[in-house]
């Protein structure tokens, strides 16, 4: 097996019996040992139990049974996600002490159920309240095309694997971009689905109105099918026609040179020209930040007032801003929220999917996390959602695509649809895919070999 192997052909190898669950299992185990070292997407792994899964799965296939769709496939999750036996640290040293697990989320219960086997969980800033993964407890997590520069977060460790390799399905959560901004930094493809899709049980969560549970894979056939595993759905035919346009204003703003010519490519090809607009962006992304703020304020507040000293003083101070948010910008923030979405929700009555930047530029250097904003350096941690903020806010299915032949460490591109709309985004996806506009990044040489 090679280091970089999709899901589904690991699934066929074994199902096919020209490779061992077990010869699978031993062989990521010993990619993850040989190159996260110089990444830090792992945060802990459960080499002896995902052996014993994989002899198991090997078991299944010489007793003739018929094996599930992802039998023997390792994934990793974001350590927020409850693996039963685990004790769940949401990236804190806060919830140590807490009992294990009793059982595993509802989302790695559903990917057991179709026979894939949690190898690792993978780093994540403090609580998911962050855009770079870089945690004060567990290290930082380092872009693979670059370890001098950002991973992107707060799903950072879990893009980070898939796009080094490691494991080619990895979960993640999304409040505010924490799948697209990292899916786009690293290179990989990543998806948050409409808000509520999918279980969020056994995750910890952050912001109760704002969180999705999505995922990340190598390939987009992987996460198309990982999709539909999740959501307990079969897939649907991907739509041939589709009415497309891209965002202009608020999103046509502070783009890369790169960024923007990689878009031009895009939207030629689709025939595209002009822009459409979403009213008061501005403000759909502060009302974003206003929620977020004040629900994980809240939700930390008990703790926060009995072991503060635990918290990385970043997050904790970020946390207490929010538990002192008062009541009343909280409910405009919600009015301003059902006005929003009710605006978008009428745009897609005229189209089928909207095309947005994912990241204004390539990943930002970890010693000088600065991103330029309105032609001055502002700092990447506040302004790398700049893009994805203003899209959390209606529970949008967002899909985040990988632009190839740009010449530049990975950019990412947002594919928006109406709620339940993902197969239109799989369609788009696969046409720009197909044209060689898309596709996992591959690593440079010198990572390659790393």
């Not at 009793?102 to 800033?125: C, E, F, K, S, Y």
């Not at 999705?212 to 996460?223: E, R």
């Amino acid at each position: 097996m090679t280091r970089f192997t999709s899901a589904q052909t690991i699934a066929q190898d074994i199902r096919s019996g020209k490779r061992s669950a077990a010869s699978v299992m031993q062989a990521v185990l010993a990619t993850i040992h040989q190159y996260d070292s110089s990444i830090g997407s792992v945060t802990h792994l459960f080499a002896e139990q995902a052996m014993q899964q994989a002899h198991a799965v090997d078991a299944r296939l010489a007793r003739k049974e018929e094996l599930p769709p992802l039998a023997g496939v390792p994934f990793g999750v974001k350590d927020l996600f409850d693996i039963q036996g685990h004790v769940t640290t949401a990236g804190s040293i806060v919830l140590r002490n807490v009992p294990p697990a009793a059982q595993d989320a509802a989302i790695v219960a559903r990917l057991r159920a179709a026979g894939a086997i949690p190898v690792a969980t993978l780093n994540m800033d403090e609580f998911a309240y962050g855009f770079a993964t870089d945690n004060a407890h567990y290290g930082i997590t380092r872009n693979p095309h670059d370890p001098s520069r950002m991973a992107g977060g707060s799903s950072g460790g879990s893009a980070a694997a898939v796009a080094a390799g490691l494991l080619p399905l990895t979960l993640g959560t999304d409040t505010n971009g924490s799948i697209r901004v990292p899916a786009s930094l690293c290179g990989v493809w990543g998806l948050k689905p409409t808000m509520g899709l999918l279980p969020r049980e056994g995750a910890y969560p952050f912001s109760a109105s704002l969180d999705v549970v999505g995922h990340f894979a190598s390939t987009l056939d992987d996460l198309k099918t990982a999709f539909h595993i999740m959501a307990d759905t079969s897939p649907e035919p991907e739509p041939q026609t589709l009415r497309t346009a891209c965002l202009g204003g608020w999103f046509a703003q502070n783009l890369s040179p790169a960024l923007a010519a990689a878009i031009n490519r895009v939207c030629r090809y689709l025939g595209l020209s002009g822009t459409v607009e979403l009213p008061q962006t501005p403000t759909a992304r502060a009302a974003s930040f206003l929620i977020t703020a004040a629900e994980g304020g809240t939700l930390h507040l008990p703790r926060l007032r009995s072991v503060a000293q635990d918290y990385d003083p970043a997050t904790r101070d970020r946390l207490l801003a929010g538990a002192m948010l008062p009541a009343s910008t909280y409910v405009q923030a919600q009015r301003f929220r059902r006005w929003f979405r009710g605006q978008v929700h009428a745009l897609f009555e005229q189209v089928d999917v909207l095309i947005a930047p994912a990241v204004m530029c390539e990943a930002p250097l970890l010693d000088a996390p600065t991103i330029i904003v309105d032609g001055k350096p502002a700092s990447a941690r506040a302004n790398l959602g700049l893009y994805t903020q203003p899209l959390s806010l209606p529970g949008l299915p967002v899909l985040c695509l990988p632009l190839l032949n740009t010449n530049t460490l990975p950019l990412g591109l947002q594919l928006v649809a109406a709620p339940g709309r993902e197969a239109a985004l799989f369609s788009l996806a696969r046409k720009l895919e197909q044209a060689g506009l898309a596709g996992r990044c591959p690593l440079p040489a010198t990572q390659q070999a790393a």
